[in-house]
């Protein structure tokens, strides 16, 4: 256990010199009035496996938002494998294609089959040739162990089912970085292992990812550091060790206290 | 109420539940008020239906002599409405179909109604949805150009002005739809652009056009549209009614899209924006397929609407069907069988607009087989 820990320390000490993957540099944003992302700071390095956690309302999916551009910051600077998000609509372009979303909802889309919501994306985006795209798709279809399920439609499949469908969409496009927003939080607790099995396979692959989830487990497991934020800040980070075992603020605490009664 | 039933795997429904019988007794004589009501309608109907027959057919007269004054209609008169005089059909049919276009060339609006009626069934076909389907569309619109107007190919050149009947709403509708379907979904679109010019116009283009009855539009398309055109400008009277109906038809057909992007729900769209999907792949690739999809019931409502609307054009002196019709009973020998001309000319309303209703149904259907599990 120790030995795999320093071999761990020893490979994000040499990740700590490639640029990160994911640079967030005082960012603010406000909806309206609200100020929901308050001087954000946080580099997330090639490879690198993020939790995010925190309240309800705390500002995870904004933050998580803003790094595909689905929200727009008002303030400070957001980078993507070093291309910095602008109005720039080449670099949204190419930051996009190498990030990966996979929503609460799941988000397929209905009257595609299931293979059909796999190639659309490398088709159209990454101008892959339809056979080549079918044979990714069912790769990694078969990754997140459903290719029997490929020509049946989303509507068909149970919720763990559309979720690691989802999650196969987005990989099909070859993304360097993959963001999840809260993936198990609907779905009934039959189906969430199935779901975080494929997250924890992915972990092993070096992906990096960023991942909303209040499943404690889970960020134990593959977790190399935990964020954790609330009203928009950013008010601890560090190993999940340290984050669970060893909070030092007394918000972190109250959430903590929360989050293990509720469970 | 009783915990004696043992569940043995599945057993038949009882046989009061199923076949006719079973649903007679359940929805027409459950009751005595129900099976006095049964009885009342059913009484009702036999007796309109056997009068509809002794009238239309049994004391009929489909033929009526004709000497050097005319047709002699006077037996048709004897009958004082006991019957119909189909004869009237017969004699006028020609004029109410094809107007005031000469009458020995009748065979040219016909196979242009023909062609019509081959793109409705060629487009109606799904395997058939390819972009190639334009290039049809374009091949058989000019050939029915060509054959109404002529001037080439030997055909005698015939003004708009003598086209009449069933080209003229079949033209108007179907020119009318097939530029205010496309202009109604960029209208839609336009409403939700986030640029605030594009919208601001859109927004005007529908609360305008809306807000005005369509017979107004084309009197302004028929009288005051030439007063803004330059000088010796002018374009022609049917051209002039089509892009009335079209602006018209687009305004609501254009709401009509608008619900269904509407009923959209936002991670469609979220979804096809984190995939990189550009704005119109996005828009035509997730989001109308599945907006128009939901939408198929009121467009189809709105077009069936739009087709019979065509008839208002006769109020700026055009000869469609309806009032082709009208002008077939103008003259003296056939004046007072209105209804008789107006029940053929209904029933070719009714054939295409049924047509469109039952497909729209079977497209919905078919369309919306991902929705069942
Ligand atoms: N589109 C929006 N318009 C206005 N306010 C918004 C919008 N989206 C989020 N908010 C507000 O911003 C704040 C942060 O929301 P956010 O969704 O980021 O929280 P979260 O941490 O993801 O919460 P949860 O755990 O409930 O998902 C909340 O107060 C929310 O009400
Ligand atoms: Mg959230």
Partial sequence: MSATATAEQIASAARAD????????????????????????????????????????????????????????????????????????????????????????????????????????????????????????????????????????????????QQRVAIARALCMRPKIMLFDEPTSALDPE???????????????????????????????????????????????????????APKTDRLKLFLSQILRGH | MSDTAIPSGPRKPPITAVGPIAWAKTNLFSGWLSTAVTLAMGYLLIKLALSFIDWAFVNAIWSVPSNAQGP???????????????????????????????????WRPALACVLFVVLYIISAIRSFWRWELALVWIGMLTAIGILMWGGVFGLSYVPQERWGGLPITLILATFGLAFAFPLSILVALGRRSSLPAIKVLCVLYVELIRGVPLISLLFMASVMFPLFLPEGM????????????????????????????????????????????SYWQKTGLIILPQALRMVIPPLVNTFIGFFKDTSLVLI??????????????????????????????????????????????????????????
């Fill in chain 2, 72 to 106: 002699q209609t006077q037996a048709c008169r004897d009958l004082r409405g006991a019957g119909a005089c189909w004869a009237v059909i017969g004699e006028k049919h020609r004029f109410m179909l094809f107007g005031t276009y000469p009458y020995e060339q009748h």
């Fill in chain 2, 316 to 373: 700026i002196g055009i000869f469609d069907l309806l009032t082709a019709g009208k002008t077939a009973i103008v003259e003296p020998a056939w004046q007072g069988f209105g209804v008789e001309v107006y029940v053929f000319v209904g029933a070719i309303y009714l054939v295409f607009c049924y047509a469109m209703s039952k497909y729209s149904r079977g497209l919905e259907a078919d369309l919306n087989r991902h929705r069942r599990r």
């Fill in chain 1, 191 to 245: 189906m969430i292992k199935e779901v975080l099995d494929v997250m924890v396979e992915l972990a092993g692959t070096g992906m990096t990812m960023m991942v909303v989830t209040h499943e404690m487990g889970f960020a134990r497991q593959v977790a190399d550091r935990v964020v954790f934020m609330d009203q928009g800040e950013v008010v601890e980070v560090g190993t999940p060790d340290q984050v669970f075992n």
């Fill in chain 2, 234 to 277: 002018n374009i022609d009277k049917l051209l002039r009614a089509q892009i009335a109906i079209i602006l018209f038809a687009g305004a609501y057909l254009a709401e009509v899209v608008r619900g269904g992007l509407q009923a959209l729900p936002k991670g469609q769209y979220e979804a096809a924006d984190a995939m990189g999907l």
């Fill in chain 1, 18 to 161: 490639a640029p990160p993957a994911i640079e967030l540099a005082g960012v603010n944003k406000w909806f309206g009035a609200l100020h929901v992302l308050r001087d954000v700071n946080l580099a997330v390095a090639p490879g690198e496996r993020v939790v995010v956690c925190g309240p309800s309302g705390s500002g995870k999916s904004t933050m998580i938002r803003c790094i595909n551009r689905l929200e727009i910051h008002q303030e400070g600077r957001i980078a993507v494998e070093g291309i910095e998000l602008t109005d720039d609509v080449r670099a949204l372009d190419a930051i996009r294609r190498e990030v990966g979303m996979v929503f609460q909802s799941f988000n397929l889309f209905p009257h595609l089959t299931v293979l059909e919501n796999c190639t659309l994306a490398p088709i159209w985006v990454r101008r892959t040739p339809k056979k080549e795209a079918e044979e990714l798709a069912m790769e990694l279809l078969a990754r997140v162990k459903i290719p029997e399920q490929a020509l049946k439609y989303p509507g068909q499949l149970s919720g763990g089912q």
